[in-house]
Every structure is written in C-alpha cells, then in structure tokens.
C-alpha cells in the first residue's frame, strides 16, 4: 500500500512539473538576433549576436535557439552547431537559471556580394524530462549588407590611369579663366597660353596662371551585366560589380563625382538601380549598397536599348563636356557596339572595359571605341 501511495505521488509531482514547464517555459522568455555591422565587404569576417533572456523564477534545463542563413555566410569549420544544405542551419542549445541573460558573439565568414538575412528563428524546449517538443517562432529578422570586394590595385593601376587621362583633359576643357586660383611650375600638361610671363622674368622658371574649375568633373559607371546569348560566367559579373565598385572608390576619393547606371536590377524593388552623381564617403556607401543589392537572378533589360532610352533618345538629356563615361561590360554585342558608337559620338570618349574568362578574347569589332580587356581567372 505504502509503495502505491509513492508511486502516485511520484506520478502527481512527474505530471505537475510537466505541467508547469509546459505552460509557462516561454512566459518572459526573449531573444534577440543582430549582426554586429550592417555592412561589410566580401570576405570580411562578422559576428552575430545572440542574445536570449529567461525573465522569471522558473530555469530551463536545455532551450534550443535555430535559425538558418544564406549558405554563403560560413561558420568556422571547428563550428558542430551547424549543417549545411540548400541553407546553413543554425542549432546552439542554452540552459538558463531564473533570471538569465546570454549573450553570445559568433564569427561568420561573408563569401559572397549580396544582402543576407536572418530568418525562420524559433526556440524549442523538450521539457525538463527531455520527452517532448515544445516550439516558440520568433517573428523578428536581422539581414546585412556585404558590400562587393575591391579588385587588386596592382592589376588596376592602368585602367586607373586612363580614366584620370581622360578626366584631367575634361579638367583643362573646364577651366574658367576668370577665376584665377594661383601660380605654379609650368609641366608638359600646360597650355603656353596660360604662361605667366612676369612671374617667368621674376624667377627664372616657366610658370604658368593657375584657375578654379567653372564645373566639377563626373565620372559616369554604365554597368551592363546582361547575358551574352552564349555560356555565361557568375565570376565575369561578379568581377563586372567589383570593378565597378573599384572606380567608384577610387574618384570619389579624388573628390570626383560619380554616378551610376546598370540594368541589373534590386533585390527587393525587382527595378533596374541607378544611383545620381554625387561624392563623399557616404556617397561611396550609397554605390556599394546599390551593387550589394543586384540580383542577377532577375531579367534584365537589354543594355543597348537602356542607353538609346536613357541618352540618346532622350531629348531631355544634353552632351556634356565635364563627364567620363566608363562602361563595364562583357557582352559586345553588335547592336550594343553600334549603340555606344552613337553614344561615344554625342558624350565624347568612352571608356570600356571588358571582363572576359581566361583564354577569351575582348576585342570590338563593330566600333572604333578602343577597349581595355580585364582578365577573369
């Protein structure tokens, strides 16, 4: 009898615990997910934070927090907490006494350009005797924005050069002779009729006027990345927005204004992205955050007809001497060569660059714009 009454005493505190954690486990229980940065560039390492709360007198044995994220944000490989299929997925377990806070830092790898988010995040709890499911979906996201990767500067340092060639001529087109600035040394750039003669007598050197600019310079990135009709290559693309990403970066630094025009279009408004001239370090992250952004899943316009729309059709739209035009594009097609030889005669020299694969070749045969090849290995 007495080993009767135990067992259902055993069984009444077996069932009333059970109870009790079932009912109240996720009352004052909360969490929170962040990346430490909103932005970084590929490659770059980042934490996400964790951060759960267990706000009443009842502890949990064993809650499991699970997520899941793009398979291009990588854990450490020493990482047990994570599998990886179509998506990586998240699954890091916590015990909490009454009135616990954890926070948790864990390192992820950014491999790829883009806008990565958070998601599916839900805290399970299999009771205090390990032999149930119990399930709280957390609503609340996180994402981040990996900014795409400079390409080597070494590799870089001749296109650069031309660009500058190009946007130091349209400097001299643009000086205002009415706004002296100063004197200095005479180079081989310098016009003879800017010599200052008096200032030449007076030191023994040639020395030219000096004036402010009467209109800043621009460069202008038109970034075509529809396919070609033929085999194509996420790497030529990729090293497209990176390059693209590139001159930005450099003539902003320069004080230089930049625009861009694409027809890749955003992740989310599924539109074609563009972005007004402008410079500054925010400017620069407005650039990058437009490049992180594209989808190359989605259509895309045909680029030849973007740019009939865009300039050469439109009457809105006047030449303009103070902009360099630096087109990246691996398609080259007939028709789009044809439509850039329209465009180089009305805006002045175009500037193209070619991505192309090892062991291709990167000429234009349909126009007399002069190309610069950049090899995608």
């Not at 205090?128 to 119990?134: T, V």
């Not at 693309?237 to 970066?249: K, Q």
């Not at 087109?327 to 020299?349: C, D, H, N, P």
């Amino acid at each position: 009898m007495n080993v009767l009454l135990m067992l259902i005493g055993v069984l009444i505190v077996y069932l009333a615990i059970k109870l009790v954690f079932r009912y109240n486990w996720n009352k004052g229980l909360g969490v929170a997910l962040e990346f430490e940065k909103k932005h970084v560039v590929n490659g770059e390492t980042v934490n996400v934070v964790e951060v759960i709360s267990n706000e009443k007198r009842l502890p949990l044995p064993c809650v499991n927090l699970k997520f899941q994220v793009d398979r291009e944000l990588e854990f450490p490989e020493t990482d047990t907490n994570s599998s990886v299929s179509d998506l990586t997925y998240r699954n890091d377990v916590f015990s909490f006494l009454a009135n616990q806070r954890i926070t948790r830092r864990i390192p992820v790898k950014c491999n790829h350009r883009g806008v990565f988010k958070i998601s599916g995040v839900q805290l399970t709890f299999a009771g205090p005797f390990m032999n149930e499911i119990n399930v709280l979906k957390v609503g609340s996201t996180c994402e981040i924005t990996v900014y795409p990767k400079t390409v080597d500067s070494k590799r870089f340092s001749f296109i650069r050069s031309r660009i500058s060639g190009e946007a130091e001529r349209k400097k001299y087109m643009l000086e205002d002779p009415f706004v002296f600035r100063g004197i200095r040394d005479y180079t081989s750039n310098d016009s003879l009729k800017n010599v200052n003669w008096k200032a030449t007598a007076r030191t023994g050197n040639l020395c030219v006027n000096e004036y402010n600019e009467s209109v800043s310079r621009n460069v202008c990135i038109l970034l075509n990345l529809e396919d070609d009709g033929m085999l194509t290559y996420d790497s030529v693309n990729e090293e497209a927005i990176s390059l693209a990403a590139s001159v930005a970066e450099e003539f902003i630094r320069q004080g230089i204004n930049v625009s861009l025009i694409s027809n890749a279009c955003d992740v989310d408004t599924k539109e074609a992205v563009g972005i007004r001239e402008g410079a500054g370090v925010g400017h620069l992250g407005s650039i990058n955050t437009v490049l992180a952004r594209m989808d190359l899943k989605l259509e895309k316009e045909e680029f030849a007809a973007l740019i009939n729309r865009t300039f050469i059709e439109n009457v809105s739209v006047q030449s303009s001497d103070n902009s360099v035009y630096v087109v990246i594009s691996a398609s080259r097609r007939k028709k789009l060569q044809q439509t850039m030889q329209k465009f180089e005669k009305k805006y002045g020299q175009v500037i193209w660059i070619v991505p192309y694969m090892t062991g291709g070749e990167y000429s234009l045969d349909y126009c007399g714009i002069r190309p610069e090849g950049w090899e995608v290995k």
